[in-house]
């Protein structure tokens, strides 16, 4: 989500005429990003300010914003601590950038918005120069979230569930297919129950399959998806929209009917079990990955073990683990019985060994296999290879740099590693 805000945040700015630099110490704005899903990425935030000082020591005329849920979380209180902070910019205001950056260069005044609930479309269509040449690109469907799960705070930074018009979705995706990006990721927080409360919008599996229909789109995926509205027509996509790629993140958080309860996540682990059972029925080798949390308050060493058997039982592909932190306006942050730091840090190695055996078995069983690879470029680790994404969202290197990147390749799984695949070419 943060990937794509900043995206648009880029193109924003290059109206104005500012254009990326890799050294921050070469920019003259510099613009965070932020996330506080977590306390960790919230620290990150804090510490990369001290850095930024620094450098607005050394050229005081840097403009520095902060931007992201953490900039909607803290508001003005950022612009309070951060004498040498220029301008906060909330989660639903990217266009006030411009407004921001005016009054600051006209005026010298520092700025803020923050608002949840404006008129203003939140989306900035991307430029054709932006969009050429990619393989892959990330589409956002719909903003905010109505679940409040008691540990979490995107409903409070990222306001209440609001479906973007599938017109303008779509017309993005045609843009995006006519300069040759071939893969789509469809972006909500619970893209399930997208236009659910739009009367007359598309369904979600409605919208999928007038994806399907964008000629030049090879693949669609989607995150994330809320267990408690996995609908069974989506399911049954799985087996019906051959673009429809073999993968869904579907996030657990615990494997306690207690904890889950407590989470107010409003599915148990049975129904979770069943659903899995449906979409491996329906889709022979979808890859299934999730997210755990543990050290949830309450979580017993019980609870902490039915986590653990869910995850033996189900062998997902991979899984995100955290340990629990409090997030301000949450339920959670009132619950009193929080788990101790120790307590949590041990659990999260011994779940994380688990898991890291678990896709080492799973990765093992592609080796042989023949499978497609979408191109998306360079190996981070090789640059005499090439790097790709099978169907169920694996990384495959593979030896060759000539691959244009959106090209789809047919390789062999010539060797399967810890966190990704190696591919061989020549088979
Ligand atoms: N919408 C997705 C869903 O329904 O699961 C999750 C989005 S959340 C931004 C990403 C992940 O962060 C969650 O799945 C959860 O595992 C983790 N998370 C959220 N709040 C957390 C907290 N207070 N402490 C630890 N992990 C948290
Ligand atoms: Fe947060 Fe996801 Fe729950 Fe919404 S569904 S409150 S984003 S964890």
Known sequence: MNVYD????????????????EDPS??????????SVREKPEQKVY???GRVRALKKK????????????????????????PYLDFVLGTKEFKQINRLLDDLEAFGRRGMATSLN??????VSLPSSACSGKATALVSIMQGCDNFCSFCIVPFVRGREVSRPSGTILEEIQTLAGHGVKEVTLLGQNVNSYGNRTPGELSFVELLEAVQGIHGIERIRFTTSHPQD???ALIEAFGRLPKLCEHIHLPLQSGSNRILERMNRGYTREEYLEKVTWLRQTCPGISITTDMIVGFPGETEADFQSTLEIIAQIRFDDLFSFKYSDRPYTRATQFPDKVPQEVSRRRLMELQALQRRITCERNKLWEGKTVEILVEGRSKTNAEQSMGRTRTNHIVNFPGKSYPMGS?????????????????ISS
């Open 6 to 21: 900043s995206e648009r945040i880029s193109q924003l700015l290059a109206a104005r005429n500012y254009r990326l630099v």
């Open 26 to 35: 070469d920019a003259d704005l510099i613009f965070l990003n932020t996330c």
């Open 47 to 49: 510490s990369l300010l």
């Open 59 to 82: 050229n005081p005329k840097l403009i520095v914003g902060v931007g992201g849920c953490l900039a909607q979380q803290e508001g003005n209180g950022l612009l309070e601590r951060f």
């Open 118 to 123: 404006g008129r203003v479309d939140p989306y």
């Open 230 to 232: 996995l609908s069974p």
């Open 408 to 424: 789809l390749v047919r390789l062999r799984i010539a060797q399967p590693l810890a966190h990704s695949l190696r591919g061989d």
